[in-house]
């Protein structure tokens, strides 16, 4: 459920208008619902809580869905923490005010400097990914003088389904550590006076919509973590990732919060760990719309083609062309009249700056307001300035009022970045 509805025949964003804000702020421009970050967090928080055999876990907010510090700072100050694959991302929880000791690291390629920066900033966990990274890991914390927390990401090598460019947790993927190393590992670094292995990780892929492959990874997690301790090892933590997918519209319905942790409870209920989850998209994408005017529509005389030309472009939520996602495309002030197909498209000189082909959506005309629903995780976090298109801003509303909460950059931002140096001319 979110909280963007009709009301009035107009689209809002809880009380308030989207055409305000483009009035205001101007588009593009993503547009995030306090009420709906928070009913998100909430149902995750309490579908745990209605099985004490989880125990509190760590509800960890995959940063990198929807990483504007606001929108950190709504769920942090609701208890969650942070899953983080950067420095960047770790600055950015700590600027929101999440505890150091909620932060997970995770990431296949952490480079020396970040993961000083981590251990320096005292994160709960580092999710060593490879050998040569526990190595690193090992080198960094000596150096420091610091015991280093880490777990160990495994690759559970299971099929999740979804798109081949977000699975993770097949052998082939470069995610983790495999079953076979994991063992060997846990128990080197167990041996290493400046590693303090916590526990074991996994994540196996993103807008996942069936338990079953989530399940038989969890599975292979417990096995390991009762051949851990079996070994005489001691395992704390068991990090379970993210990846629950959303109702794209389009798409099977994904499982219910409820469903996935009466799932956890079943397979690795009473194992006496302290659980964690790298939630993004679940908590985030439905709390999120990119609202866009129309710049003009193109009608073809032949062929019966008709583009809708928008002022925001793949630069800007660049899923329908990355990974052919659909958004549904809602008119903020729908016209009376027969929905007609559209190819909608954004300016962007290719051709993949198509965001729908053929969609049948109402009249519409230059001037118009759009809106792409579903747009709040991996949207504006993935968006560039190609084209030198600036970035669009981002508004968090609450109640009946809402807050810029990044500005669009100006022309003079984006080029006064470039070094514009003697020798070059
Ligand atoms: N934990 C780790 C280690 C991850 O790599 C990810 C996402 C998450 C947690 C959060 O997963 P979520 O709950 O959001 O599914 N850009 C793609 C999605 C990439 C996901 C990358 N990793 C998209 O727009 O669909």
Redesign the pocket.
Known sequence: MNHFELKGGELHAEDVPLARIAAAVGTPVYVYSTATLRRHYAVLRDAFAAHPALGTPLIAY?V??SPNVEVLRVLVDMGAGA?T?SEGEIRRALAAGAPPERIVF?GVGKTRAEIAFALKTGVAEV?VESEAELEAVAAVAQELGVRAPIAF?VNPDVEAGG?A??A?GKAENKFGVSFAQAADLYARASNNPHLNPVGVAC?I????TDLAPMRAAFLKMRGLVEDLRAGGLKVERLDL????GVPYFHQPDPPSPADYATMIADVVGGLEVQLAF?????IAANAGVLLSEVIHVNARPEGGRRFLVLDAAMNDLI?PA??D?FHDIRPVKPRPGEAVPYDVVGPVCETGDTFAKQRDLPPLEGGDLVAFMTAG??GAA?ASEYNTRPLAPEVLVEGARFAVIRQRPTYEEIIGRDRLDDWVS
Do not use: C, F
Request: without cysteine; glycine residues 16%; positive net charge.
């Open positions: 995959a990198k869905a899953d694959v995770s999710n990401r798109h460019k977000i993770t994540h892929g993103s807008q996942i990732g993210g990846g629950l790298e939630p993004g998209r679940v899923r990355m990974y996602a995780a991996y993935m």
